[in-house]
């Protein structure tokens, strides 16, 4: 089976601070990509990361990053200099090329303390 | 250029009735899949079509059907809803298929069944 687990159903950051939301997921496939995406009270899904599991080197994208540890099936999300507007949902997620699935997690929801 | 398109925004229905959802995908995107988010919880994968073609389908029962026109956008039907129907329905566009291409999502439009 293909699954994603968050253990983290919510987390805090003072604002400026860093934090970092855990990802585990399990599968025997050897196609497949992994996301975190961020879901603001709007509700709009917005892609904040990918990272191709053939790839060894860390995603980064500004503040945000990704440990990515390929042996351990986990892919934790480090954002940095925690900003007001960083205050969401954010989702796990992995692509599975055949059948073109995306299996979430069950979300991480984080708040940024001024 | 506008991002994906979903109608309506919010519904309501009542049990055994049937629902029509509609997305438009970014332009140029030829892939669109569904997910059904309720609350609290990670989106499930629903639908995939490409070329009008349906190319992967998630564990949802035969009520739910879709499909995809000659000009990219798609509809999902529900039939015969059950409460347990209620729930944000995203949809997501993307390029092509097959491939991690990056998923762009919708709104949503958050299905009541009552």
């Known amino acids: 089976a293909q699954t994603v687990t968050q253990s983290q159903p919510e987390m805090s950051v003072q604002e400026a601070e860093t934090v970092t939301l855990s990802c585990t997921y399990d599968?025997?496939?050897?196609?497949?990509?992994l996301f975190w995406y961020k879901q603001p009270p709007s509700r709009q899904m917005i892609l904040v990361i990918r990272q191709e599991a053939y790839k060894q080197q860390n995603a980064t994208e500004n503040r945000f990053s990704v440990n990515f540890q390929k042996a351990a099936k986990s892919f934790s999300l480090k954002i940095s200099d925690s900003q007001l507007g960083d205050a969401a949902m954010y989702f796990c997620a992995c692509y599975y090329n055949q059948g073109g699935k995306l299996i979430f997690g069950q979300g991480t929801e984080l708040s940024v303390k001024p | 250029d506008a991002g994906v398109t979903q109608s309506p925004t919010h519904l309501i229905k009542t049990r055994g009735q049937h629902v029509t959802l509609r997305c438009s995908p970014i332009?140029?995107?030829?892939?669109v899949s569904w997910y059904q988010q309720v609350l609290g919880q990670g989106p499930q994968f629903i639908f995939q079509y490409y070329e009008k073609e349906e190319r992967g389908r998630g564990n949802f029962p035969d009520r739910f059907s879709a499909r995809q026109f000659p000009n990219y956008s798609s509809e999902l039907n529900v039939n015969a809803l059950l409460l347990g129907d209620s729930a944000l329905y995203l949809c997501?566009?993307?390029?092509?298929?097959?491939?991690?291409?990056?998923?762009?999502f919708g709104p949503g439009t958050r299905l009541t069944v009552t």
């Open positions: 332009s140029g995107h030829k892939s």
């Open positions: 599968t025997s496939e050897s196609d497949y990509y």
């Open positions: 997501a566009s993307s390029l092509a298929f097959p491939g991690p291409y990056e998923q762009y």
